[in-house]
């Protein structure tokens, strides 16, 4: 069974800095694209950025709102992401979703699990 | 950035109804386009890919269509399980986007 199980989440204060993980089980996680995507509370969904596998030089994209300030990383021996935050605004409270894309060229772009998420709260 | 804009917001429906939701690109997209379903407190869930293709263990009343600009979603012979919020998200492009969420409701 396919699991993705995030963690580091957390409350604190603007300007802050907090680190996600992602545990991946059940599926040859290294082979795929890793996303994370964000929804504040009542709100809809938002992609945060993506970090591509290792035939791709773990290769990097972000949302405008996070660029500069927010890190995707990923250890394969792990089989475990991450997604460093800084510089916390308010605006990235959120519960934080740790997402596999799909692996061939017509799916790659489509996010095919879903973790949980874990909670993120930025206070002023 | 794409803007991804869908409608409507909310709609109310009965079980058994045919429901069609559009989602509309502000640039083309070809047809990078997937489709989500999101129940209250669960995460989302991948219904279609590549604007047409159905996911794995996705029931065949869910489809999807269209190409550029103009997609929707059509859901036939609604069933009590489907009643949820539903977003669309455009991959031909970085930053990937979604649209605002479409919230089926119980007529």
């Known amino acids: 069974e396919v699991q993705l199980v995030e963690s580091g989440g957390g409350l604190v204060q603007s300007g802050g800095s907090l680190r996600l993980s992602c545990a991946a089980s059940g599926f040859s996680s290294n082979d795929h694209y890793m996303d994370w995507v964000r929804q504040a509370p009542g709100k809809g969904l938002e992609w945060v950025g993506r970090?591509?596998?290792?035939?791709?030089?773990?290769?990097?994209e972000y949302a405008t709102s996070v660029k500069g300030r927010f890190t995707i990383s990923r250890d394969d021996s792990k089989n475990s992401l991450y997604l460093q935050m800084n510089s916390l605004k308010t605006e990235d409270t959120a519960l934080y979703y740790c997402?596999?894309?799909?692996?061939?060229?017509?799916?790659?772009?489509?996010?095919?699990?879903w973790g949980q998420g874990t909670l993120v709260t930025v206070s002023s | 950035d794409i803007q991804m804009t869908q409608s409507p917001s909310s709609v109310s429906v009965s079980v058994g109804d045919r429901v069609t939701i559009t989602c509309q690109a502000s640039q083309g997209i070809s047809r990078w386009l997937a489709w989500y379903q999101q129940k209250p407190g669960r995460a989302p869930k991948l219904l279609v890919y590549a604007a047409s293709s159905l996911q794995s263990g996705v029931p065949s009343r869910f489809s999807g269509s269209g190409s550029g600009t103009d997609f929707t979603l059509t859901i036939n012979s609604l069933q009590p399980e489907d009643f949820a919020t539903y977003y669309c998200q455009q991959a031909n492009s970085y930053p990937y986007t979604f649209g605002q969420g479409t919230k089926l409701e119980i007529k």
């Open positions: 997402v596999s894309a799909g692996l061939d060229l017509k799916k790659d772009g489509a996010f095919e699990h």
């Open positions: 970090i591509r596998n290792k035939a791709n030089s773990y290769s990097t």
